[in-house]
């Protein structure tokens, strides 16, 4: 059975109060979590600290990951938060979201060097990317398909073209999980993680509410 990676990128969302009573209510429904799927969430910087200990102490199969980190080590750059920083509450690192391209005009020099950073931290890279033509940069370990026009809108890729997204892009980077995000929801998610060159989802908007992620989980 082929290892599916469900991602949830909750962006800027939840206070800590939230975040331990999603914990909670999954933690309550996780118990027969499928070995082959994989849960990632990430959160706000904010949020990890007590995510981190609530998982640990109630041995729950979920890790975590950052949503972002800086393309610099440890220094003088205000508001940065640096890779060895993350790396002392997460294995995962998101890169590259459209959005920080959007809002924070992060262009392939940033990407790229914030992927290195992150391997650098000892963390796993999640870089996104908007087609298949687009450069991979050296170091990253899984990389999502994010076309702008789906996230958010509740309008997805279709999984064919998901597919062959990931198809290219593995055949030209040895190694790598290739997802799909984008509009991913309870009653959609299966079309995409049923095919056979994707590795799973990155999942927004449907990540929020606990009962809804699980669902999505379960549908996977
Ligand atoms: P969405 O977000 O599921 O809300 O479309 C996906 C994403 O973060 O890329």
Redesign the pocket.
């Known amino acids: 059975m082929k290892k599916i990676f469900i991602i949830a ?1 909750w ?1 800027s969302n939840k206070t800590e109060r939230e975040a331990i009573g999603w914990l909670q209510y999954l933690s309550s429904k996780m118990y027969d979590l499928p070995q082959n799927k994989s849960i990632i969430v990430c959160p706000s910087f904010t949020l990890l600290a007590n995510m981190k200990s609530y998982i640990l102490d109630n041995k729950l199969s979920i890790s975590l990951g950052a949503q972002d980190i800086s393309p610099f080590g440890e220094g003088q750059y205000t508001g940065e938060v640096n890779g060895g920083q993350i790396k002392e509450y997460v294995d995962y690192v998101i890169i590259g ?3 920080r391209r959007k809002y924070f005009l992060e262009d392939k020099a940033m990407i790229r060097k914030k992927v290195l950073m992150a391997k650098q931290s000892g963390l796993i890279p999640i870089l ?1 990317i908007q087609g298949e033509s687009e450069e991979i940069s050296q170091g990253a370990e899984i990389v ?1 398909y ?1 076309p702008s026009f ?4 509740g309008n997805p890729d279709t999984p064919e073209d998901a597919n062959e997204v990931a198809r290219i892009v593995k055949s030209k980077n040895n190694n790598v999980s290739v997802l799909y ?5 309870v009653s959609n998610v299966k079309n995409f993680t049923q095919m056979n060159h994707l590795d799973g989802v ?6 929020l509410n606990p009962q809804e992620f699980l669902a999505v989980i379960n549908n996977a």
């Open positions: 990128n962006k979201h459209s959005e996104c999502v994010e789906a996230i958010g809108t995000g984008g509009s991913v929801d990155l999942v927004g908007l449907s990540s």
